[in-house]
């Protein structure tokens, strides 16, 4: 599994999603960044990411991800 296919799993899965994806093999983290996080708690925010690979948990093809949500307005304040 592709950092790649990762990000386009995870864009799909989050309305209006922006994933950065980082690292190597079945060990990544993810930035994303949705306006659809607004409200949501972190763990809640973790949860909507986690839905969109956790077939890819499940069958070992990913191993971990760390996960860091923003909504767009988090994420300019926040990546200087």
Do not use: P, R
Not at 10 to 38: K, Y
Not at 60 to 78: D, R
């Amino acid at each position: 599994m592709s950092a790649e296919d990762v990000k386009k799993l995870i864009e799909d899965g989050v309305e209006g999603a922006q994933a950065i994806i980082s690292g190597e093999g079945c060990n990544l983290e993810a930035i994303v960044i949705s306006d659809a996080f607004e409200g949501k708690t972190m763990l809640a925010e973790q949860k909507m990411v986690y839905a969109t690979v956790n077939h890819l948990i499940q069958t070992g093809e990913l191993h971990a991800l760390g996960i860091k949500a923003y909504t767009k307005a988090e994420w300019e304040e926040n990546k200087s």
